[in-house]
Protein backbone atom coordinates (compact mmCIF):
# COMPACT_ATOMS: atom_id res chain seq x y z
CA UNK A 1 0.00 0.00 0.00
CA UNK A 2 1.32 3.81 -0.16
CA UNK A 3 2.94 5.10 2.55
CA UNK A 4 3.71 8.58 3.00
CA UNK A 5 5.66 10.14 5.43
CA UNK A 6 6.86 13.90 6.39
CA UNK A 7 10.57 13.68 8.04
CA UNK A 8 9.64 16.74 10.36
CA UNK A 9 7.07 16.49 13.07
CA UNK A 10 7.56 20.35 14.19
CA UNK A 11 9.68 22.85 12.68
CA UNK A 12 10.46 26.13 14.23
CA UNK A 13 12.60 29.44 12.13
CA UNK A 14 12.80 32.81 12.89
CA UNK A 15 11.02 35.30 10.75
CA UNK A 16 12.25 36.04 7.12
CA UNK A 17 13.82 33.03 7.34
CA UNK A 18 13.07 30.11 4.27
CA UNK A 19 11.65 27.07 5.39
CA UNK A 20 11.71 24.22 4.31
CA UNK A 21 9.31 21.04 4.57
CA UNK A 22 9.76 17.37 2.72
CA UNK A 23 7.48 15.16 1.66
CA UNK A 24 8.13 11.00 0.87
CA UNK A 25 6.28 8.76 -0.52
CA UNK A 26 7.11 4.94 -1.29
CA UNK A 27 5.40 1.84 -3.27
CA UNK A 28 3.25 3.87 -6.31
CA UNK A 29 3.92 6.85 -8.83
CA UNK A 30 0.85 9.26 -8.12
CA UNK A 31 -0.19 11.45 -10.97
CA UNK A 32 0.55 14.62 -8.62
CA UNK A 33 0.89 15.89 -5.07
CA UNK A 34 -1.01 18.10 -3.46
CA UNK A 35 0.05 19.97 -0.11
CA UNK A 36 -2.63 22.00 2.47
CA UNK A 37 -2.27 24.64 5.37
CA UNK A 38 -4.39 23.34 8.14
CA UNK A 39 -4.70 25.73 11.36
CA UNK A 40 -6.06 25.15 14.72
CA UNK A 41 -9.55 23.88 15.18
CA UNK A 42 -9.74 24.11 11.03
CA UNK A 43 -10.16 22.04 8.58
CA UNK A 44 -7.44 22.08 5.73
CA UNK A 45 -7.06 24.31 3.41
CA UNK A 46 -5.62 23.62 -0.29
CA UNK A 47 -2.29 25.77 -0.92
CA UNK A 48 -0.54 24.26 -4.38
CA UNK A 49 -0.53 21.08 -6.68
CA UNK A 50 1.82 19.98 -8.76
CA UNK A 51 1.88 17.04 -11.31
CA UNK A 52 4.59 14.23 -12.29
CA UNK A 53 5.31 15.85 -15.17
CA UNK A 54 5.97 19.29 -13.34
CA UNK A 55 9.46 19.96 -11.42
CA UNK A 56 8.45 23.02 -9.91
CA UNK A 57 5.61 25.07 -9.33
CA UNK A 58 5.49 28.83 -7.38
CA UNK A 59 2.50 30.73 -5.92
CA UNK A 60 3.34 34.24 -4.06
CA UNK A 61 5.92 32.92 -1.61
CA UNK A 62 5.34 29.37 -2.40
CA UNK A 63 7.50 26.80 -4.25
CA UNK A 64 7.10 23.00 -4.83
CA UNK A 65 8.98 20.56 -6.15
CA UNK A 66 8.24 16.99 -7.15
CA UNK A 67 11.01 14.61 -7.81
CA UNK A 68 9.46 11.44 -9.48
CA UNK A 69 12.94 9.59 -9.26
CA UNK A 70 13.53 10.48 -5.61
CA UNK A 71 10.17 10.05 -4.51
CA UNK A 72 10.11 13.35 -3.20
CA UNK A 73 8.45 16.42 -3.04
CA UNK A 74 9.84 19.71 -0.90
CA UNK A 75 7.75 23.04 -0.09
CA UNK A 76 9.07 26.03 0.62
CA UNK A 77 8.16 29.27 1.82
CA UNK A 78 10.04 32.29 1.84
CA UNK A 79 10.49 35.34 4.02
CA UNK A 80 8.71 33.76 6.26
CA UNK A 81 6.21 35.10 8.56
CA UNK A 82 4.67 34.54 12.30
CA UNK A 83 1.47 33.84 9.63
CA UNK A 84 2.67 31.31 8.03
CA UNK A 85 2.42 29.53 11.59
CA UNK A 86 0.50 26.37 10.71
CA UNK A 87 0.38 22.71 10.10
CA UNK A 88 1.36 21.78 6.67
CA UNK A 89 -0.02 18.38 5.19
CA UNK A 90 1.21 16.19 1.82
CA UNK A 91 -1.48 14.28 -0.11
CA UNK A 92 -1.17 12.51 -2.94
CA UNK A 93 -4.01 10.37 -4.81
CA UNK A 94 -4.38 6.70 -4.07
CA UNK A 95 -3.91 3.55 -6.58
CA UNK A 96 -7.35 3.60 -7.43
CA UNK A 97 -7.59 7.67 -8.41
CA UNK A 98 -10.35 7.86 -6.12
CA UNK A 99 -9.27 9.57 -2.87
CA UNK A 100 -6.39 11.51 -1.39
CA UNK A 101 -3.66 9.82 1.13
CA UNK A 102 -2.35 12.43 3.81
CA UNK A 103 1.12 12.29 5.64
CA UNK A 104 1.00 13.34 9.21
CA UNK A 105 1.31 16.74 8.63
CA UNK A 106 4.61 19.41 9.85
CA UNK A 107 3.74 22.17 12.38
CA UNK A 108 6.03 25.19 11.43
CA UNK A 109 6.17 27.77 13.79
CA UNK A 110 7.55 31.46 12.94
CA UNK A 111 9.09 33.20 15.93
CA UNK A 112 9.24 37.65 15.28
CA UNK B 1 -21.53 30.58 -0.87
CA UNK B 2 -21.22 27.95 2.23
CA UNK B 3 -19.14 25.31 0.39
CA UNK B 4 -19.27 22.77 2.62
CA UNK B 5 -20.87 22.72 5.58
CA UNK B 6 -20.40 20.14 9.04
CA UNK B 7 -22.88 19.86 11.97
CA UNK B 8 -22.52 19.68 14.63
CA UNK B 9 -19.21 21.11 15.86
CA UNK B 10 -18.71 19.46 18.91
CA UNK B 11 -20.99 16.49 20.53
CA UNK B 12 -20.23 14.04 23.46
CA UNK B 13 -21.50 10.37 23.31
CA UNK B 14 -22.03 8.00 25.71
CA UNK B 15 -20.40 4.42 24.65
CA UNK B 16 -23.19 2.47 22.92
CA UNK B 17 -25.19 5.66 21.46
CA UNK B 18 -25.79 5.90 18.04
CA UNK B 19 -25.49 9.54 16.05
CA UNK B 20 -25.26 10.97 12.45
CA UNK B 21 -22.98 13.75 11.67
CA UNK B 22 -23.88 15.94 8.86
CA UNK B 23 -22.36 17.02 5.89
CA UNK B 24 -23.39 19.34 2.75
CA UNK B 25 -21.73 21.09 0.00
CA UNK B 26 -22.98 23.64 -2.27
CA UNK B 27 -20.89 23.59 -5.13
CA UNK B 28 -22.72 20.92 -6.94
CA UNK B 29 -19.01 18.42 -6.67
CA UNK B 30 -19.35 14.30 -7.36
CA UNK B 31 -16.61 13.40 -4.90
CA UNK B 32 -17.20 13.52 -1.08
CA UNK B 33 -15.32 12.44 1.26
CA UNK B 34 -14.99 11.56 5.09
CA UNK B 35 -11.24 11.37 7.16
CA UNK B 36 -11.25 11.40 10.28
CA UNK B 37 -7.90 13.22 12.46
CA UNK B 38 -6.41 12.32 15.65
CA UNK B 39 -3.83 13.30 17.23
CA UNK B 40 -0.47 13.25 15.59
CA UNK B 41 -2.04 10.35 13.45
CA UNK B 42 -3.00 12.81 10.24
CA UNK B 43 -5.89 12.26 7.85
CA UNK B 44 -7.48 8.60 7.77
CA UNK B 45 -10.09 8.31 5.36
CA UNK B 46 -13.19 6.53 6.48
CA UNK B 47 -15.62 6.25 3.37
CA UNK B 48 -15.98 8.07 0.05
CA UNK B 49 -18.41 8.36 -2.60
CA UNK B 50 -18.13 9.73 -6.36
CA UNK B 51 -21.63 10.21 -6.80
CA UNK B 52 -25.40 10.01 -5.26
CA UNK B 53 -26.38 6.30 -4.54
CA UNK B 54 -22.30 5.30 -4.80
CA UNK B 55 -20.23 4.58 -1.79
CA UNK B 56 -17.22 2.59 -0.70
CA UNK B 57 -15.07 1.81 2.39
CA UNK B 58 -11.80 3.75 3.00
CA UNK B 59 -9.10 3.04 5.05
CA UNK B 60 -10.76 2.91 8.61
CA UNK B 61 -14.19 2.09 7.78
CA UNK B 62 -15.52 -0.50 10.78
CA UNK B 63 -17.97 1.41 13.01
CA UNK B 64 -19.54 3.57 10.52
CA UNK B 65 -21.78 3.65 7.89
CA UNK B 66 -22.55 6.22 5.04
CA UNK B 67 -25.34 7.08 3.01
CA UNK B 68 -25.20 9.51 -0.26
CA UNK B 69 -29.57 9.68 -1.31
CA UNK B 70 -28.22 13.01 -3.26
CA UNK B 71 -24.93 14.95 -4.11
CA UNK B 72 -25.33 17.93 -1.52
CA UNK B 73 -25.43 15.29 1.61
CA UNK B 74 -23.33 12.77 2.96
CA UNK B 75 -23.99 11.80 6.55
CA UNK B 76 -21.95 9.59 8.55
CA UNK B 77 -23.25 7.29 11.11
CA UNK B 78 -22.41 5.80 14.05
CA UNK B 79 -24.06 3.45 15.43
CA UNK B 80 -22.98 1.94 18.72
CA UNK B 81 -19.96 4.03 19.77
CA UNK B 82 -16.88 3.20 21.32
CA UNK B 83 -13.79 5.22 23.19
CA UNK B 84 -11.82 4.40 19.87
CA UNK B 85 -14.38 6.78 17.82
CA UNK B 86 -13.07 9.79 19.80
CA UNK B 87 -11.43 12.07 17.41
CA UNK B 88 -11.72 15.45 14.84
CA UNK B 89 -14.18 14.28 11.64
CA UNK B 90 -13.99 16.38 8.63
CA UNK B 91 -16.05 16.19 5.39
CA UNK B 92 -14.59 16.99 2.53
CA UNK B 93 -15.82 17.09 -1.16
CA UNK B 94 -13.79 17.40 -4.72
CA UNK B 95 -14.99 18.05 -8.48
CA UNK B 96 -11.90 15.83 -9.26
CA UNK B 97 -12.24 16.84 -13.11
CA UNK B 98 -9.36 16.86 -15.34
CA UNK B 99 -8.06 20.40 -14.18
CA UNK B 100 -9.11 20.47 -10.65
CA UNK B 101 -8.41 18.11 -7.69
CA UNK B 102 -8.15 19.81 -5.21
CA UNK B 103 -10.93 18.72 -1.99
CA UNK B 104 -12.39 21.57 0.39
CA UNK B 105 -12.87 20.92 3.80
CA UNK B 106 -15.40 21.60 6.23
CA UNK B 107 -14.39 22.48 9.51
CA UNK B 108 -14.96 19.69 11.00
CA UNK B 109 -16.69 17.61 13.98
CA UNK B 110 -15.05 17.74 17.13
CA UNK B 111 -16.37 14.14 19.25
CA UNK B 112 -15.73 12.67 22.19
CA UNK B 113 -17.06 9.50 23.31
CA UNK B 114 -16.93 8.48 27.26
Known amino acids: SQKIEQNSEALNIQEGKTATLTCNYT??????LQWYRQDPGRGPVFLLL?????KEKRKERLKVTFDTTLKQSLFHITASQPADSATYLCALEDQAGTALIFGKGTTLSVSS | NAGVTQTPKFRILKIGQSMTLQCAQD?????MYWYRQDPGMGLKLIYYSVGAGITDKGEVPNGYNVSRSTTEDFPLRLELAAPSQTSVYFCASSPRDSTNEKLFFGSGTQLSVL
Open chain 2, 27 to 31: MNHNY
Open chain 1, 50 to 54: IRENE
Open chain 1, 27 to 32: NYSPAY
